[in-house]
């Protein structure tokens, strides 16, 4: 059975920080690229960040430059978004995605990250 299994999520004050983790199971971790999505009230789903399987280069969406890092450890089949300088506009729902252009796409259940005073 497939799982993303996202954790870490909270309140938080503006300029704090947070450490997501998204943990796989049922599936070869290491042949999946995978990202980070969020999708506040109201808002598409958009992309925040993404790491391929090798850990080897990362991309991010312009609105998390410079405060949020990507990472990943194959041997614990986990992906990490840590997020710093958290802005209220950060607020939303934090998704992980597995992808595999031949196996296809897997999703977690998300995790509500909400940023105010």
């Known amino acids: 059975q497939v799982q993303l299994v996202e954790s870490g999520g909270g309140l938080v004050q503006p300029g704090g920080s947070l450490r997501l983790s998204c943990t796989a199971s049922?599936?070869?971790?290491?042949?999946?690229?995978m990202s980070w999505y969020r999708q506040a009230p109201g808002k598409e789903r958009e992309l925040v960040a993404g790491?391929?399987?090798?850990?080897?280069?990362?991309r991010y969406a312009d609105f998390v430059k410079g405060r949020f890092t990507i990472s990943r450890d194959n041997a614990k089949n986990t992906v990490y978004l840590q997020m710093n300088s958290l802005k209220p506009e950060d607020t939303a729902v934090y998704y992980c995605?597995?992808?595999?252009?031949?196996?296809?796409?897997?999703w977690g259940q998300g995790t509500q990250v909400t940023v105010s005073s």
């Open positions: 995605k597995a992808s595999n252009w031949l196996r296809g796409d897997y």
């Open positions: 049922g599936f070869i971790f290491s042949i999946y690229d």
């Open positions: 790491i391929i399987r090798d850990g080897g280069r990362t």
